[in-house]
């Protein structure tokens, strides 16, 4: 019997989607990874070779956005407080995710486990010169990102005073047009890069590895997921948006970063997709990539987890006030667990270095499952960011729905 003209479309459209081929990818990797663990780990090559692929763009982009968006906006006051309300929104979000991150961790108590059957793995890296405490310009050095926006937002205010504003703008036009058609070349990988990079993490770490931390692990997840739906959620319920069909519109791009642990994969995607949603250039190019370096939602919920989480594992007994002082502290070094590889570590470490009440080596407990916990914070941190630029174009008065009206809520 053959199939109708109807199923055969529907077959066609599955297998030529780009989520169907990354999931696919994500679930061999996870098997590779597992039952053929030497080869997992090898294919590390081959994750990071997308992700540096990918991080080629990110600069241009982020430059050609931000510089397009002044250079055409033409308020220069305008441009001030989208960037003041930006940085307002992210600390208090991401003091919200803080908070829940440590009220979830005295509810659910994941460390109230037995230590001795903890993998443990050297930390000692991560905890080496803790005294010296976050460091603003070691942050900015290191952020590639937070640099080239400062750069951008430059010249994107000189541009508006040159004199052949016109015939700049007109060019750099066609640089971003060329830029995001080769990106959309390179999105054809996603799906060997996804593969690579399920595969090394299971096969480096291993399944077994998330058995004794398990409660931790459901805790985090659990805690990212009540974060996404009800703060965030709520937060774009406001602006007749729902969240579930926003994530359904960014699901190629999440299938991305889960394959990856890396939220940077994606953010080329981001931005293009949330231009074509409706959010203005010049919003997206502000908000999105100071976002990656001051709204990381998903860290500051694993990193005041972690810390309770530890707390709880050696019977440490924090009074209100110590408790306010690591939301304090957390407020300001989260911004640094940005753009550097083990930076979360850090954070962690010269936390606890600073308290005087944790265990440093309680870190070697985290190692083992810190590779399976990145993902959620990934993909919340992605979500966050994602959200906040809505929210910044709606309040502006800087969105206008173009694409995907199914986003719209009905009164």
Not at 376 to 404: D, L
Request: positive net charge.
């Amino acid at each position: 019997m053959n199939a109708s003209p109807k199923s055969k479309n529907i077959a066609l459209s599955i297998v030529s989607n780009l989520t169907f081929w990354v999931l696919i990818a994500i679930l061999l990797g996870i098997f590779i990874g597992h039952f053929h663990p030497e080869t997992g780990i090898e294919m590390k090559l081959v994750g990071d070779g997308f992700i540096s692929i990918i991080k080629l763009f990110i600069i241009p982009i982020i430059f050609l956005t931000i510089v397009l968006g002044i250079g055409g906006m033409g308020d220069l006051k305008k441009v001030g407080r989208i960037g003041l309300k930006s940085l307002l929104y992210f600390e208090i979000v991401s003091t919200i995710a803080l908070t829940i991150g440590i009220i979830v961790g005295y509810l659910a108590q994941p460390g109230k486990i037995d230590k001795t059957g903890l993998e443990i793995q050297d930390a000692s890296k991560y905890t080496q010169n803790t005294s010296e405490g976050f460091n603003w310009l070691t942050f900015f050095m290191n952020n590639s990102t937070l640099q080239v926006l400062i750069i951008a937002i430059v010249v994107g205010i000189l541009l508006n005073y040159h004199s052949k504003r016109g015939q700049i703008v007109a060019f750099l036009n066609k640089c971003s047009s060329i830029v995001f058609k080769t990106l959309k070349f390179v999105m054809y990988l996603a799906p060997v890069g996804a593969f690579g990079g399920m595969a090394y993490t299971v096969g480096k770490f291993g399944l077994h590895t998330l058995i004794p931390l398990g409660k931790l692990m459901l805790t985090v997840y659990v805690t990212m997921f009540i974060f996404v739906f009800l703060i965030l959620g709520s937060i774009l319920k406001y602006y007749k948006i729902n969240i579930w069909q926003f994530i359904k519109y960014i699901k190629e791009e999440l299938l991305i970063v889960l394959g990856t642990s890396s939220s940077e994969a994606a953010l080329p995607n981001l931005m293009d997709k949330l231009e074509r949603m409706g959010c203005s250039k010049s919003v997206v190019g502000l908000v999105v990539p100071t976002g990656y370096s001051f709204n990381l939602d998903g860290t500051s919920i694993y990193l005041s987890m972690s810390i309770i989480f530890l707390a709880q594992l050696y019977n440490v007994h924090l009074s209100i006030a110590e408790i306010f002082t690591i939301i304090g502290l957390l407020m300001i070094t989260s911004k640094g667990a940005a753009g550097v590889t083990g930076s979360g570590f850090i954070v962690l470490a010269s936390t606890l270095a600073t308290i005087h009440r944790i265990p440093l080596e309680g870190l070697a407990f985290l190692l083992g499952v810190d590779k399976f916990m990145s993902e959620a914070r990934a993909i919340t941190n992605f979500i966050g960011n994602g959200v906040a630029t809505i929210v910044i174009s709606k309040s502006e008065g800087e969105y206008i729905a173009v694409e995907e009206p199914i986003l719209v809520e009905t009164e």
